[in-house]
Structures are given as C-alpha cells and as structure tokens.
C-alpha cells in the first residue's frame, strides 16, 4: 500500500483485481435477469420500508447504495446511458461487466505466461474464453 498525498490510501494487485470484477459481477447479477421480454420483476425495499416493483435496469441500479469505486462506475455508466439514450441501461451494465471480466482474463493470462511467445498466448486466449 502507498499513502497517497491527499490524506487516502492506494491499494494494488491481484486482490483489488478481484474484487473490481467480484463487484462488477454484482451489479450484473441484480440486473440481468430483467433484461427482455421474459425479464423478471425485482423487488427492492429501501431503508424505510418503501417498496418498488420493477423491472426496469435504471431504476434498479438507481435504488441500489453502491460503496465500491468499479461498481459505482457501471451504475454511472447506465446512468450516462439512461440520460442521454434512455434506454439500455441494463445492456451498458452486462457489457461493462462482462468488458472488466474479459480484461481481467487477459491480464491474469499475462502475468502467467510472461515466457510464451505471442502466438501461444493469443491461443491460451481463446481456451480460456471457451
């Protein structure tokens, strides 16, 4: 860890890797089942006790209390999205999701296989996405 010079701390590796995608998944997941026409309606209870029935992927992420700085990242992004298209907010998130996941692949298979030529890594690509 480094201190950074405003007062915070800066943490790297393969732990916060993790955690960047382990995050993302979770926005993912409490959207994607809502996505379609076979989507399914969520049910969220906040604080109060205030319930809203939906299946929309704005309003969902808009109820969700995101603390993760990846995580709040998508919802951001599907806010962006909502504002200037207004619709596809649920596409933005499984995209981003499923974007950090394959970057997270091909760094790991990067730092494994620092040794291989780039023919060998370019298909243990490709197995490790099958």
Same mark, same amino acid.
């Given at each position: 860890?480094?201190? *950074?010079?405003?007062?915070?701390?800066?943490?790297?590796?393969?732990?916060?890797? @993790?955690? %960047?995608?382990?995050?993302?998944?979770?926005?993912? @997941? +409490? #959207?994607?089942?809502?996505?379609?026409?076979?989507?399914?309606?969520?049910?969220?209870?906040?604080?109060?006790?205030?319930?809203?029935?939906? %299946?929309?992927?704005?309003?969902?992420?808009?109820? *969700?209390?995101?603390?993760?700085?990846?995580?709040k990242? *998508? #919802?951001?992004?599907?806010?962006?999205?909502?504002?200037?298209?207004?619709?596809?907010?649920?596409? !933005? !998130?499984?995209?981003?999701?499923?974007?950090?996941?394959? +970057?997270?692949?091909?760094?790991?298979? !990067?730092?494994?296989?620092? @040794?291989?030529?780039? #023919? @060998?890594? +370019?298909?243990r690509?490709?197995?490790?996405?099958?």
């Amino acid at each position: 860890m480094a201190t *950074l010079a405003i007062d915070g701390e800066r943490t790297t590796g393969q732990d916060v890797r @993790n955690q %960047n995608v382990t995050a993302c998944a979770a926005i993912a @997941n +409490s #959207v994607k089942t809502s996505l379609g026409p076979d989507g399914l309606d969520k049910m969220i209870v906040d604080g109060v006790g205030d319930v809203t029935i939906t %299946n929309d992927g704005a309003t969902i992420l808009q109820k *969700l209390e995101v603390e993760h700085p990846a995580a709040k990242c *998508l #919802v951001q992004l599907a806010h962006l999205q909502d504002k200037e298209v207004g619709d596809g907010t649920t596409s !933005v !998130v499984i995209i981003g999701m499923y974007g950090q996941t394959i +970057s997270y692949i091909i760094l790991k298979l !990067v730092v494994d296989c620092r @040794n291989l030529t780039l #023919v @060998n890594f +370019s298909c243990r690509v490709i197995e490790e996405g099958k």
